[in-house]
Structures are given as C-alpha cells and as structure tokens.
C-alpha cells in the first residue's frame, strides 16, 4: 500500500503524486481462474511463435490441473509452467500429468542448491556452478536451461560467454 508507505514516510511522496494518476485494481489469478485456460493458450502460442515449435494443446484433465494450483507468483508462475512443460515435454498435446511432472520438479534447483555449499564462493562462482549443472540436468538443451534457470536464452548465451562455458554441439 503506497499510501501507508508515504505516511510511514518509505515512499518518497513527490513520486506517489506522479504515479498516482490512476489505480488500477488487478485481482490475483487465485481470484480469476476462469482465466487461466485461456491464458495457458495464449503462452502456448506465444512459445511456439517464439521458437518456431508447433502448437501444444491441453488436454482438458490438463486445464483443470492448471485451474486448481495455488500461483504464489501468480501470472509469471503460469506462464513459466506452461513453457517449461511444452519445452521439455515436446508433446503436441500435454496433459495433466506433464505439468504435473514440472510442477513438483519447480523447486528442485533449491533443493539441488541445500546439499551444495557455497562458503567462500563468489556471486560468480556460483552463477557458473549452477549454469554447469542445469546444462548437465538438461543435457545441454539450452532452451530448456534457460527455462529452468529462469532466464532468456539471450541472458544465457552471455553468461555462458561471461564464464567461458562451451556446449558441445548437438
């Protein structure tokens, strides 16, 4: 809330002014999931659109799967789901269980990351370790990496120049 902010005096007052044109009120996507079929298919076509990769389609056990999860990252939680499933799934038409399968698999790099230390590691270092071991994951799918790592391709095809990593072509 921006205006407590500016009376707690953490929000710059000037700024609130200048924003505050118009408030727009945008409910979660807990409270529209009559949305979300329709926004699965929008990712789906923007992903194929993007990568040159056919249509995916949804089951209908696959919608109904997508309409009951909680979305703690709300929009950009589904929209990751839906283009990591069709990246790594590779199916014309995903169901229930693909997204299941990513779904669970979602926190895995954390829990990669808890058996890892990363004491008197650099930022750096440890960028380069985690890119190591989602191409191992991935098995050098640099679409996929990306995907798992949360990044474009772009961002990482220059932290792979960054950190001199070469990918043996496919």
Known sequence: DLRKMVSERTFREDLFYRINLITVKLPSLRERREDIPLLARHFADRQAEVNGLPRTDFSADALN??????????????????????????????????????YLRHDEPAKAAEGTSFAGMTLD???????????????????????????????LYRRLEKYNIQVPCA
């Open 65 to 102: 799967f997508l309409s009951r999860l909680p979305y703690p990252g709300n929009i950009r939680e589904l929209k990751n789901l839906v283009e990591r499933t069709i990246l790594v799934s590779g199916k014309p038409v995903l169901d229930a269980t693909d997204f299941d399968a990513q």
């Open 125 to 155: 270092e440890i960028e380069r370790q985690t890119i190591l071991q989602a191409l191992e994951q991935h098995k050098g799918n640099l679409s996929q990496v990306a995907v798992s790592l949360g990044i474009s391709r772009a961002a």
